[in-house]
């Protein structure tokens, strides 16, 4: 499990408090009568930020019972300004609201800028953008039994197809929003309104957080299952998130749609995104997806494939267990090799010392076994304590398991943490690993609390292969894309790129001996086909070829994150191995409910 998606998210815990903006003390009298959408302004923050105001009136339309207690309210009519809103939300703190939809009221209350700050974040530094609110009010209700305002409803055409605006820094400085230029500025231009997105698809599956994110757009970045498939560092700009305010908690996998429309106010998640708060949820039509399954290699190919698994531990249940031999056997139709990552050692997370993973390691081969999958072996090299990242105490490491029925591993040297394998020349003048299995440059800095690469000498059907496992440093620390510092700063791609380099002259030094010699270089890269970090690996496609980049774009994609499905897994061939590589990502964890892990494996078939 990693903190490596294309948006950071904060997890529940991590919320700890809000920082309410406010504005220098007020020298005028307070404002009366003005209008929400004065209080809104045209930007994305409130020119009255910090100063009191009265008889603001409106309709209410949402009420929220649970904390963040308050209600939303609109205006009768609307302003007809595009670049502010007519919705606003009404903070009542520790008492419940009074009041039900379809009250007129007035109010009278302190304007408030609300951020979300996480742990060790504060107000500066926090990509959160903030959501004008109306605090400590005191409400009085005018008439009942109004008609809502209607719900402004996002059409595919509605939302532009740029995600951000077109600035360098915090867009919150942006004095007027065009809601016609990105999709930031657009949903900005409607926070506290309802709107409606018709009878939409949604993009990725439930978990137990109730998390759902639907599309507007259901033509545009379309998977081949009906997800929002990231191209480059611009968002799916019709991904949204919905938040049922009655607590239900639909399960649904990618694909699956809303039978009727989402209609609830605009608001900002604590943990990153706009947010259609729903009071209640239409019911949900499933689309039928089930896992794919991967062809099976004829006796002429080596399959070789690559699986995270989550954290692996001897303590996983036995139905964690199950599930991952079955996508090895069924699903990746028993691949030759296995490159696997996220394997914890043989007390999982508990930070006492112990570095072997034996006991994962045999767990998992006996339950492919069970799986009536083949008997596989493994080579590893375990880490030194605390040194490779992850969950901490966990000590993951990448695993090679083949069978040994088809291919066989070529043993050399002493493998420790510390030990270097280099490209060498062997008797008869073949290239050949220093040590199998080793690590690629283990003292680098690059590999600086992350996973080194492991690196293994097959042989099969007479012919040599290099097998490279990686597990590249995760995102943590990036900023999130969706929030207000655009472009978002991505820290962690210097030291994917640094590893990416490191790992490109590893492989040049083996097809400087040998420029037809049959590479694999397979794993969790944690970032994208279009990244520096990937184009550094694969010198550009002169050296390595992602295959993933081979497919149709509707098709390239291995996990999903906060709603888009998105590039992390890679498998990356020699020249000598692209012209009759057969290449597939299997689909049966990112988009289910059920998943056994947060990633996609994906297997290739070659002829060294």
């Known amino acids: ?121 504060t107000a500066a530094n926090t990509a959160n953008l903030s959501v004008t609110e109306l605090t400590k009010p005191i409400v009085t209700v005018t008439s009942s039994g109004n008609p809502l305002p209607a719900p402004v409803t996002i059409s ?107 209609v609830g106010p605009l608001d ?110 493994h080579r590893g090299i375990d880490p030194a304590n605390d040194t490779d990242g992850g969950q901490p105490g966990g000590n993951i490491r990448t695993v090679f398991l083949f069978n040994p029925s088809r291919v066989s591993f070529v043993d050399r040297g002493a493998p420790s943490s510390s030990a270097a394998t280099v490209a060498q020349r062997g008797p008869a003048g073949q290239v050949q690993l220093s040590v199998s299995p080793g690590r690629i440059a283990p003292a680098d800095p690059a590999w600086t609390n992350s996973r080194k690469p492991l690196a293994g000498e097959f042989t099969f059907r007479g012919h040599t292969v290099f097998v490279v496992g990686n597990h590249f440093n995760s995102k943590g620390g990036d900023q999130s894309a969706d929030g207000r510092f655009q472009p978002p700063a991505r820290s962690s791609e210097t030291q994917r790129t640094a590893q990416a380099t490191v790992e490109n002259a590893w492989v040049r030094s083996l097809q400087t001996i040998d420029p037809r010699a049959a590479i694999v270089v397979a794993g969790d890269l944690n970032d994208y086909q279009f990244s520096p970090a990937v184009r550094t690996l694969t010198g550009n496609g002169s050296g390595l070829t992602d295959l993933i980049a081979t497919l149709p774009r509707a098709q390239q994609y291995t996990y999903v994150y906060s709603g888009v499905s998105q590039v992390l897994d890679h498998i990356l061939v020699s020249r000598s191995l692209r012209p009759r590589a057969r290449y597939e990502v299997v689909h049966l964890n990112a988009e289910f409910a059920g998943q056994t892990s947060d990633h996609d494996p994906q297997v290739v078939r070659v002829r060294p």
């Open 1 to 121: 499990m990693n903190n490596r998606a294309s948006t950071t998210l904060l997890s529940t815990a991590a919320v700890l408090a809000a920082t309410l903006i406010a504005a220098p003390a007020q020298a005028s009298p307070a404002p009366t009568g003005v209008s929400i959408a004065a209080v809104q302004g045209a930007g994305f923050t409130s020119p009255l930020v910090g100063r009191s105001v009265s008889g603001v009136p409106g309709i209410v339309t949402t009420v929220r019972t649970t904390s963040p207690r308050g209600f939303w309210m609109q205006s009768a009519v609307p302003d007809r300004d595009r670049s502010t809103s007519d919705g606003i939300f009404v903070f009542t703190g520790s008492t419940a609201p009074t009041v039900t939809p379809g009250d007129a009221v007035t109010v009278a209350a302190t304007v408030t800028e609300y951020r979300a700050v996480g742990s060790g974040e």
């Open 268 to 377: 900002w998640s604590n943990f990153g995104g706009y947010v259609i708060d729903a009071p209640t949820l239409p019911a949900v039509v499933s689309s039928g997806l089930t896992p794919t399954v991967a062809a099976k290699a004829s006796d002429a190919e080596l399959s070789v494939a690559t699986y995270n698994v989550e954290n692996l531990a001897p303590g996983d249940s036995a139905g964690k267990y199950a599930a991952l031999a079955r996508g090895i056997v069924t699903n990746l139709s028993s691949p030759d090799v296995v490159a696997v990552e996220e394997v914890q050692d043989n007390s999982g997370a508990a930070d006492d010392g112990t570095v072997a993973a034996d006991a994962t390691v045999a767990r998992l081969t006996a339950a492919v076994s069970a799986a009536g999958g083949p008997r596989y072996d």
């Open 156 to 262: 595919p055409s509605s939302v532009p197809a740029r995600f951000a605006p077109p600035v360098s820094g915090d867009v919150e400085q942006i004095a007027r929003a065009i809601p016609a230029r990105s999709a930031q500025e657009f949903l900005e231009a409607h926070e506290g309104e309802r709107v409606s997105v018709p009878s939409p698809r949604i993009i990725a599956p439930s978990n137990s957080f109730g998390d759902i994110y639907i599309t507007s757009k259901p033509q545009a970045d379309r998977s081949i299952h009906g997800g929002a498939v990231l191209s480059s560092y611009n968002l799916p700009t019709g991904r949204i998130k919905v938040s049922a305010l009655d607590g239900s908690k639909p399960v649904m996998n990618t694909g699956d749609r809303f039978a009727g429309p989402v």
